[in-house]
């Protein structure tokens, strides 16, 4: 088989799509330094060959980054239904089953199991119409995958895959399959192929986001770049947040570093000019197409930027607000979205959180450091509570300022926390150490979770004082009897900003009443931290708490505490009578501690 590393061996003018397949199947079974010289001879060839315009095979080979055919409307299983009516299969056939469950091990035979495009072409060999070298050029190929791009509906669809089953080979559809699947599986990443086409281009599509320009702008491969900026209205390829131990934070910051919340909303950059706003998401590399409530934001934005801001990039997450409760709730849970239009200033709204500024006035900040760029964020722009906001940090340097910020952030329920380094610079497309993130979920080494019986709360601040903000968990202790027990304070969960579930505990069981530190009623035994509020425990309700880990500690009358609880559900099949005591919690901590 031709590898295609000599311009000879292509047997056409223009590049035949079937040329490009033998050169697919050759480099995706290469391996190592072989697989790129390999490719990096093709483009090299395709160069001498057909010239300097890449970008009809560069969108074959990265399809997923092909932003003009973002979204074909199929996947595997319209792609076997509309294989199977093409081929005229029953669906109840074996091969027609063989599609539809492709990814099922089928017979012994087939092992091609978990991968559709190798499925489809077992099955499409047989019956293909076009045996031997295909005749199609790679310009039909690109054609036909811009009609289906455009396409809706099943009638359209079969159109496209009837053109390619009467026209091209069984392994060249195979290799369509994978284009349209947006998954090529040759075992080359996005940035080799880049680097083996041009030194610049990954810095380029960083900052655009774009193949057609990365092509464009890169034809000639000696040429280099003077710099790849970001590029007004281009989405650029954001910086990313590395997962990192709790443990190896301090070490990895090796020094001061900054701690901020993590928003839980949309990655979205911010473009504007002169008034103009465009917004892009960070999966979809395409424009979001502004709904009404997101163009009466940027109407309100739009006076709180400096006048001497005529350009400006903005990196940071898309919110939504709720002026009644004064909460931040995710993206796209906007209740009124699209109905009411009015300006009134008690309506869910979406609010852009700042955590990053990019470029200003035609000029890339991002090799200045992150206090400097904070710096200018605040010098720029003017908050607006509720509809544009610079996110907050707080200047941690000690593994106690950790901690603390890790028990605030689960105890507010919030996603988690992102640690920065105030010298960093911002990195295009890297998850490198300057910027960590920390989710709850990552500390969870006590792996079982706790069923505890809660007895008290506390109320919740601001507009949001009338509702839980915490809860207190007891444990029973197992001494008592069963027609007087008593429970002792152990830990304390917080109920964040819009749990649904804390506003059911609190109007749906009867018997809160306020708690009076002089006067404990006989089944409670309360340490340093006193609830508000406490609940007898045979009307109350038992939680599933996750934590991490049981650690001594005097705040709570057990003498023992819960390190990070977070509520994962209600145990409405579980009583006070059933609910964890001392002894199972003191057996759980001998044994977590045996791990
Ligand atoms: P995840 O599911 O953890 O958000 P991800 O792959 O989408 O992962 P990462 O880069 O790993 O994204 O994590 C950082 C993400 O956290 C950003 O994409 C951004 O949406 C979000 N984020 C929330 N708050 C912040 C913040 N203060 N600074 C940076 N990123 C933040």
Known sequence: QSDFTQ?????????????????????????????????????????????????????????????????????????????????????????????????????????????????????????????????????????????LNAASGQQEYQKVIRHLFNNYTAIEQKWIIRVILKELKIGLSEKSVFLLFHPDACNLFNVCSDLRKVCEDLQDPHTRLPSSDIILYYPFKPMLAKPVAVQNVIKTMGGGFWIEEKLDGERVQLHMKDGRFEYFSRQVTVLFKPRIEDIYLFQIIADLFHPRVKEIILDGEMLEYDPLLDVYKPFGTLKTAGKDHSDNPNKERPCYVIFDIVLINGKSIIDQPLQKRKDWLRTLITENPGYLKIISHKECSTAKDLIDALDEAVMKRQEGIIIKKPSSKYVLNERIDDWIKIKPEYLDALGDSLDLLIIGADFGVGKRGNMFGSFMCGLRDSTSADDSPRFITFCRFGTGQTMKEAEDIKNNFKGWQKFDPNNPPDWLEVGKD?????????????VQVKASEIVAGNQFASNYTLRFPRFEKLREDKDWKSAMTYEEMMNLRRQASGR
């Open 530 to 542: 006193k609830p508000h509020m406490i609940i007898p425990p045979w009307n109350s309700i038992v």
């Open 7 to 147: 311009t000879s061996l292509f047997s056409s003018e223009v590049l035949l799509f079937g040329d490009f397949c033998r050169f697919l199947e050759v480099v995706s079974k290469e391996i190592g330094d072989a697989k790129k010289k390999k490719c990096a001879k093709f483009i090299q060839n395709y160069r001498n060959k057909f010239g300097n315009d890449f970008y009809p095979v560069m969108r074959l080979l990265l399809p997923h980054l092909d932003k003009e055919r973002t979204n074909y409307g199929m996947k595997e299983v319209v792609l076997a239904k509309t294989y199977i009516s093409v081929m005229g299969l029953a669906r109840d056939s074996v091969y027609g089953q063989r599609l539809i469950h492709w990814k099922m091990p089928g017979s012994s035979k087939i092992k091609t199991a978990g991968d559709f495009a190798s499925v489809a072409f077992e099955v499409i060999a047989p019956r293909s119409i076009v045996v031997g070298r295909g005749k199609m050029t790679i310009e039909d190929v690109n054609y036909q995958l811009d009609v």
